[in-house]
C-alpha cells in the first residue's frame, strides 16, 4: 500500500535540486526519486514540479511513496546443468551453473538454486527469510561451483555457525590478469557498497573486514591461474580484491577486465569457479570435502591461454 508524506523542506537541503532532496529525506536512488517526480507524485507546496527544480528551506513536500516491494518467491523448476554433488537426509551439494543466483532476490528474473532444488523433488529446509530457506551461503549468478543448502532445520543452524565462525573451507580458482606480485600474498581490506551506488562493490574505509589468501597455480603470458581461501565471505570479495590488486579476473568487466583478452579466450562472464569446499558434516561431524570440475567456457579459456607462447 502506498505512503502518504507531508514534511517541510529541512534548512540542510536548502538550494538542492529537487530530485537529490527526495533522495536524501527518503533513502531514495536519485533515478528512483525522478521517477516519483515526473509521475505527479510529488507537490511542493500543493503544486506540481520538475525534478530539477531547485527547493527552499520550509517549503512544503507532499510526496506518494511507493509500496516496498514484496519478498520473491521461488519458482519450482529443474535449473538445466546444476548437478547433484552430494546428498543426504540433512545437507544437498550442487554444482551451481553459469546464471543461476542462489535464490530470489527483487529484480532477478533468472533461475535460482532453491528453485531448481524444489522443482526436482528435493526438500530445504524452511528456516531463514521464505525467499532464500536453507541457504547458508552464496555465490554470484555468474560465479560456479559448489554450493551447500541445508535441508534439516539443525543442519541449517549448524551450516550458518560454521560459516559465519569461518570454519568452512571456501576454495577458488580464478584466472587473473597479468601476474601478481608478489605471486603469493593475502588481501585484507574492507569492503562495501560502491559509493557509485550502481551494484558494484569496493574497498572502501569503514566497510566490512574482509580477507582473501591468493597463491599462483600457473602463471601464463597474459593471466595467471590462482587458488583463492577465503576467510570471509563478502558479497563480490574475490572480484573486487583483485580488482584492487590491479589484477581483475578474466571477463570480469564490471570490475576492470580488458574485454579485448575476455573476447580472446571465449568469456562472457568473471573467470572464478568455487572448485571445493569442506566442512564439518552438521550431523555427523564428519569432516567432508567436495570438489567441482570446471565447467565448458572456463576450461576453454584456460586452454585457449596455455597455448598463447610468451
Known amino acids: 500500500m502506498a505512503e502518504q508524506r507531508s514534511l517541510p523542506v529541512p534548512d540542510g537541503l536548502e538550494g538542492e535540486r529537487l530530485d537529490a532532496a527526495l533522495s536524501r529525506l527518503f533513502g531514495l536512488s536519485r533515478t528512483r526519486a525522478a521517477e516519483l517526480i515526473v509521475d505527479g507524485d510529488v507537490l511542493v507546496d500543493g503544486s506540481p514540479a520538475a525534478k530539477s527544480d531547485r527547493v527552499h528551506a520550509g517549503a512544503w513536500l507532499d510526496v506518494t511513496l511507493p509500496p516496498p516491494p514484496s519478498a520473491p518467491t521461488p519458482v519450482a523448476e529443474p535449473v538445466p546443468g546444476m548437478t547433484i554433488v552430494y546428498e543426504d537426509d540433512d545437507i ?65 543452524s549448524r551450516l550458518k555457525r ?67 581461501k577465503l576467510e570471509t565471505g563478502r558479497t563480490h570479495q574475490i572480484r573486487v580484491h583483485m580488482s584492487a590488486l590491479r589484477h581483475p579476473c578474466v571477463g570480469d568487466m564490471m570490475y576492470g577486465a580488458d574485454p579485448t583478452l575476455a573476447a580472446r579466450l571465449g568469456v562472457s562472464r568473471q573467470w572464478l569457479h568455487a572448485v571445493s569446499l569442506a566442512f564439518e558434516h552438521p550431523v555427523t561431524g564428519e569432516w567432508m570435502t567436495f570438489t567441482t570440475d570446471y565447467p565448458d567456457d572456463l576450461a576453454h579459456a584456460l586452454k585457449v591461454v596455455g597455448e598463447e607462447s610468451w
Request: aromatic share 6%.
Open 92 to 156: 544437498v551439494v550442487v554444482n551451481k551453473p553459469i546464471g543461476v543466483a542462489a535464490h530470489p532476490t527483487t529484480g532477478w528474473t533468472g533461475p535460482t538454486v532453491i528453485g531448481g532444488l524444489l522443482g526436482t523433488g528435493h526438500r530445504v529446509a524452511t528456516s531463514g527469510a521464505a525467499e532464500r530457506q536453507g541457504i547458508v551461503h552464496r555465490l554470484d549468478a555468474n560465479t560456479t561451483g559448489a554450493m551447500v543448502v541445508a535441508k534439516s532445520e539443525h543442519a541449517y
Open 162 to 228: 560454521a560459516f559465519k565462525e569461518r570454519t568452512v573451507d571456501k576454495r577458488y580458482h580464478t584466472l587473473v590478469q597479468g601476474h601478481p606480485d608478489p605471486l603469493r600474498g593475502t588481501v585484507d581490506a574492507p569492503i562495501d557498497r560502491h559509493p557509485a551506488g550502481d551494484g558494484r562493490f569496493a574497498v572502501v574505509a569503514g566497510g566490512k573486514d574482509s580477507v582473501t589468501h591468493y597463491d599462483t597455480i600457473e602463471a601464463f603470458r597474459a593471466a595467471s591461474l590462482l587458488d583463492i
